[in-house]
């Protein structure tokens, strides 16, 4: 990997042995200076105390100098002690890098209804500030990871005017992965100057047609978290809403988050293989949008595509059982572009369609034939490595 770094930030990374042993489990992320931040979280009922503590913090704030993140330890179902652990956290950062407790956000990912071990994360807080500047944004994307099977980063540069601006992100994820703030966790940095307004807007459109679109087994996690830091190193005059560059922004932060979804589904625990659900003209989005997730989380389906078997039957059945309206008579499907079934029959092609299966990437095409909507999910095929991750996950 070889990521454009936005200016003005510091990366730090250490061994705290919070889980796993001989490998980093600890990150740092610091703006030089005053960064403009915002932030999106999981829907689940259930929330972690770094979720519940960034959420209280951001309620209030605009600006953010750093965020720490550990895995191996999700700190939910923690009670008080977790929300306490959380902020003593954000204070020993604070207190080592001279700055406010309230600058400070927290993250962490891992094993849930464990409590932090506190020790040792506060050693790890201390190699962390020791070494902050010594890492670079790729070992972040390393600590992070939990089942993950490789490190997830990427990065774009963005003219504006004479100015050329960076964006990079990394992001961990490979179960519990569902919409509603998919499962996962992803840290956003740029070096270009952009307006709270704007930045947030910016952040929820694109979480909205790539984070949310996104699943590996329909499970929502109590850690979801997407932030986004803007500290103006560039030198640019701030980006607003609506203005002049605000719609090149919004659509590099959407291009960027597109490609880390397509990073965790490819890397769904147990995959072989990306699966794309596309649904086209459907009635509503929303009917586009309930039928492609349906298809996209089903077992069988799933199953299915993992033994390269052109079973559109299930695809069928799948998108029947959602409620959503069409006509069966209309509905044509193309598994990687071999048409399986029109007008809701066979075309006697599924042995054909199976071998076009045999990649790394299966895309599955619904036409319902019922309006003018579409939409676009990814996701991946279950095997049993699935089964075996999930079985031996707190041995």
């Not at 979280?41 to 309620?59: E, G, Q, S």
Request: proline letters at 2%; hydrophobic letters at 40%.
């Amino acid at each position: 990997m070889s990521i454009l770094t936005p200016r003005g930030f510091l990366f730090s990374v250490t061994e705290a042995g919070i889980k796993y042993s001989g490998r980093n489990d600890m990150a740092l992320i610091c703006s030089e200076g005053d960064a403009t931040v915002s932030a999106l979280f999981t829907r689940n009922r259930v929330k972690a105390a770094p979720v519940i503590l960034d959420r209280a913090r951001l309620r209030y704030a605009r600006t953010a100098r750093a965020i720490v993140v550990n895995s191996g330890n999700a700190n939910a179902c923690t009670g008080r002690r977790g929300l306490r652990d959380a902020e003593r956290i954000c204070a020993e950062v604070a207190k080592g890098l001279c700055i406010r407790q309230r600058d400070v956000l927290v993250s962490s990912t891992g094993v849930i209804g464990t409590p932090m071990p506190m020790e040792r994360v506060i050693s790890g807080i201390r190699g962390l500030v020791e070494n902050l500047g010594k890492s670079s944004i790729e070992d972040v994307a390393s600590a992070i990871m939990t089942t993950d099977t490789f490190p997830k980063a990427a990065s774009r540069e963005i003219n504006r005017g004479n100015i050329k601006g960076r964006i990079a992100a990394v992001a961990k994820g490979a179960g519990m992965i569902a919409p509603d703030m998919a499962t996962m966790l992803c840290f956003i940095i740029t070096d270009l100057a952009v307006e709270y307004r704007a930045l947030k807007a910016a952040l929820k459109d694109a979480v909205g047609r790539t984070f949310n679109l996104l699943t590996v087994d329909g499970e929502m996690s109590t850690n979801d978290s997407v932030f986004i830091m803007a500290n103006g190193a560039a030198g640019n005059r701030p980006i607003t809403h609506g203005g002049r560059y605000f719609n090149t922004f919004g659509e590099t932060l959407f291009d960027l988050c597109d490609e880390l979804s397509r990073m965790i589904a490819r890397d769904g625990e147990g995959a072989t293989r990306l699966l794309i659900i596309k649904v086209k003209r459907a009635l509503t989005r929303r009917d586009a949008r309930v039928a492609a997730l349906k298809v996209a989380n089903s077992p069988l389906v799933k199953t299915a595509i993992y033994g390269n078997d052109a079973n559109w039957g299930r695809i069928m059945a799948s998108v029947g059982s959602t409620g959503i309206r069409f006509s069966e008579e209309k509905v044509s499907i193309k598994i990687n572009g071999i048409e399986v079934a029109r007008r809701g029959c066979s075309t006697g092609r599924d042995s054909i369609a199976s071998e076009a299966m045999k990649t790394e990437e299966v895309v599955v095409e619904i036409d319902l034939g019922a309006g003018r909507y579409e939409e676009r999910v990814y996701s991946c095929d279950l095997t049993e490595g699935y089964i075996t991750i999930n079985a031996e996950y707190r041995t």
